[in-house]
């Protein structure tokens, strides 16, 4: 139990940047995952029981391949010093030893059923309990001397940028669906109000990339939850098989009766749509738009310069164009999970990663584990414009999904109690 409280501690002030005390190189989340690390090293070598071993070599692989590819990138960077940073390097080196060795600890230690559903409960635990307190702080219920709770008008809580908390939101909404669609009872609403307060935390970030990774990932549920109450066998004679049928024998001809009422509303749906996005669409999201889009365009041809093999761990581009480089450090990152991993490990590197999320996310589609699925197609949406790979929280989710869409358990027997 002790071990599952860490993980899930860890997780939850994993991107808690502004708790860090000075000059100290781990934050509390990292200082706790490293302990978490230490006993689940020491239980896997008195063990001799792997717990989820098709997990375990999907993940082996992955990281084998990952480390080979990045390797041979970092050679040809030393050809090209000026856009090599040494501290960035090390920094991305040692995030990524830690997310591949917390992984592998995971999936090699952790029971489906047990101490791997034990852990989710905590981390939802004290997720609740860290909202509530970065909630108060930014209404000024209460202060703390090195917490800014707000950036401008968006919320970040104890993180250093709102988009840190909503990558985080963008994780535990799911999570927090998938465990209320598998518990009973008191556990059940416990996960409901999780989902619930997680999703409008993500709204308070105001990032648009939330917005849009939730705006479809909502459809993606309920088409998944109609197919499983259309083809699973324990919903054959219940009110759900009813009500799937209908609404899919439905739902062409109404989609045809609605299509005047769209078209003549359409200026509506697009300004609303507008107004939810930071600064309602205007300046603010353009600049970002645009300032993506040319570091895309860099990224892509650093990557292509490369010989498409990449130039291993850091960012590698040589200015952020479109803006002035006073006071932005050098060299910088595309913001884009695939085009980045294009400029550390080449086109390889880039096969590989979405062999390790479309793999995952065909286990999870086999499993009818619906909500998870969902999570991965958020992650998915997620990279596009973020670098999601340093975070722990992101590889915690993939590695569920890997652990749990591996037992390939029909929805009927997910559903166990707290």
């Known amino acids: 139990m002790m071990g599952s409280a860490l993980l899930a501690l860890g997780l939850v002030l994993g991107t808690a940047s502004q708790l860090r ?38 993940l082996l692989a992955f990281w084998g391949c990952f480390v080979l590819i990045q390797s041979f990138g970092a050679f040809l960077a030393l050809l090209r010093p000026e856009i090599v940073d040494p501290e960035l390097v090390v920094h991305d080196i040692f995030a990524y030893l830690l997310v591949a060795t917390i992984t592998c600890l995971i999936a090699a230690t952790l029971r489906p059923e047990g101490t791997l559903r034990q852990s989710l409960w905590f981390l939802i635990g004290f997720w609740i309990i860290a909202m509530a307190v970065q909630l108060a702080l930014g209404w000024d219920y209460f202060r703390m001397a090195s917490v800014d709770p ?99 024998v439905a739902i062409i001809p109404l989609s045809l009766s609605l299509l005047p009422y769209g078209a003549a ?24 738009a645009n300032l993506r889009l040319s570091l895309w365009q860099d990224a892509l041809q650093a990557g292509l310069e490369s010989g498409s093999v990449g130039l291993g761990p850091g960012p590698h581009l040589e200015k952020p164009t479109g803006i002035t480089d006073k006071g932005v450090p050098l060299p910088v990152e595309a913001h884009s999970t695939l085009l980045d991993v294009f400029t550390q490990g080449g086109l390889p590197g880039v096969i590989i990663i979405l062999s390790l999320l479309g793999g995952t996310l065909v286990l999870l589609l086999r499993a009818r584990l619906d909500a998870l699925a969902v999570l991965i197609f958020a ?40």
Request: charged letters at 10%; aromatic letters at 10%; a positive charge.
């Open 379 to 418: 992650l998915a949406i997620f990279s596009i414009s973020h670098f999601i790979l340093r975070h722990p929280t992101v590889w915690f989710a993939v590695t569920l999904g890997l652990v749990l869409g591996s037992v390939r358990r029909p929805s009927a027997q997910a559903r166990i109690g707290s």
């Open 150 to 248: 707000w950036y401008w008008d968006r919320f970040r809580g104890w993180s250093e940028n709102p988009n840190q908390l909503a990558i985080y939101c963008a994780v535990l909404t799911p999570l927090s669906l998938h465990m209320a669609l598998t518990s009973n009872g008191f556990a059940r609403l416990v996960a409901v109000l999780s989902c619930l307060g997680t999703f409008v935390v993500g709204r308070l970030t105001k990032s648009d990339t939330f917005l849009i990774s939730m705006a479809l990932s909502i459809p993606l549920f309920i088409a998944l939850q109609l197919r499983s109450w259309l083809t699973s066998p324990e919903y054959r004679l219940s009110l759900r098989f009813a009500a799937a049928a209908l609404l899919l």
């Open 21 to 58: 005390l000075p000059g100290f190189p781990l934050g509390i989340g990292e200082a706790c995952l490293v302990v978490w690390l230490g006993l689940a090293s020491l239980h896997l070598l008195t063990s001799s029981r792997i717990c989820n071993p098709t997990a375990l070599l999907w």
């Open 265 to 288: 509303t359409a200026n509506d749906v697009e300004g609303m749509a507008a107004g939810m996005m930071k600064d309602r669409g205007g300046d603010a999201t353009k600049a970002t």
